[in-house]
């Protein structure tokens, strides 16, 4: 059997350059110090909101298919109430960019949304509990990193303080360490195989995250 909290260790070291990259990238950079054009910001949470709509139902598959009760509750209550919270944080965000929810809702979805929601529905349908769990883990892990250290930046922008608060806030931190104690002792019930396709998910949703970022940044649309 293997340790969890070890295992833990080497999925981070998987995906610690990824989030290296992010904390170098023009779009946090501009995030706290307060740099980042409107346009970009607003991007991120039109596509966010749209990602949030599909993360919600990965969760709820991450709950179908998990294998104690504790981790059938986690993730649907993450599903039914932390997502909601994030959705709530976006509508009020989109409300002072001078648009809203709903108009935003009928915006498209852009190249890079599809790319990783499809990953995330995909691997959450088709794959064990463990894939379903490795894919969602950088969502929480990566935010919960990034949130910690925006916080000790700050941003002299009123709004992008805001964002930063809500991902810093310790209920944020918290249901990341839910789902890490879940991922840890999933780790030592499982196969070596299983924890191959734990690590590669989580490699794998890792740089779609980046990607995400990036997106935003470019302002990405489809070119035809
Ligand atoms: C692209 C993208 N990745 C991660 C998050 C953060 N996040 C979204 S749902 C969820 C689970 C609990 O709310 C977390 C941590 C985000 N907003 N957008």
Redesign the pocket.
Known sequence: MINGNQFLSTLWSDIEHIHAAVLAHPFITGLSDGTLPRAAFRHFIT??AH??RD??RV?ALCATKAHHDADVTMFAA?SA???A??QELHASLLAELGTSATAAAAEPITPTTVA?TSYLLASAYRGSYAEAVGA?L???W???RVGAHLRSAGSPDPLYARWIDA?ADPA?QS??DQ?LAATARLAEESSPAEHALIRKHNHTAGR??YL??DAAWRLEQWPV
């Open positions: 596509q966010d990602y949030l993360y919600a969760l993450h109430n932390a997502v919270a994030e990783y969602v950088p969502c929480y990566l935010y919960a991902y944020f249901v990341t789902v779609h995250e995400f970022w």
